[in-house]
């Protein structure tokens, strides 16, 4: 994480929650599906 946030293309990107996690990858859905629902919440809350 601390790679790309380092990298000239972190700029592009608006970071609003961003979570490294100990188990998973690029399906994280399919692979830890509970601390994907746990991270989609924690982005979300409060905006309206």
Do not use: C, K
Request: overall charge positive; glycine content about 6%; proline content about 4%.
């Amino acid at each position: 994480m601390a790679h790309f946030l380092a990298s000239d293309r972190a700029a592009w990107y608006n970071h609003v929650n961003l979570t490294a996690h100990d188990r998973g990858g690029h399906f994280i859905p399919w692979e830890v599906p509970d601390q994907w629902v746990d991270d989609l919440r924690r982005t979300f809350r409060g905006r309206r």
